[in-house]
């Protein structure tokens, strides 16, 4: 299984950009708040959940750059 760490002001801050509460970005997602929140926290995120956050940032915004999630 491939996860990964994310950077707890970036998850908040994309989620925000995208105008979206944990709830929102949840019911987006088809996940829980209780994961948005852990997410944001800086849980491990499945890469399958970051494909998917990639996507809705790129329809929102086509013309910008997909933050990046990963701790590096």
């Given at each position: 299984m491939l996860t990964t760490t994310t950077k707890p002001l970036d998850l908040q801050t994309l989620r925000r950009k995208l105008g979206l509460t944990q709830l929102g970005m949840a019911q987006k997602l088809g996940t829980s708040v209780r994961t948005v929140r852990r997410w944001e926290a800086g849980a491990a995120?499945?890469?399958?959940?970051?494909?998917?956050?990639?996507?809705?940032?790129?329809?929102?915004f086509p013309r910008t750059t997909v933050p990046r999630l990963v701790r590096r």
């Open positions: 995120m499945h890469l399958i959940w970051q494909d998917r956050l990639s996507q809705m940032f790129q329809a929102r």
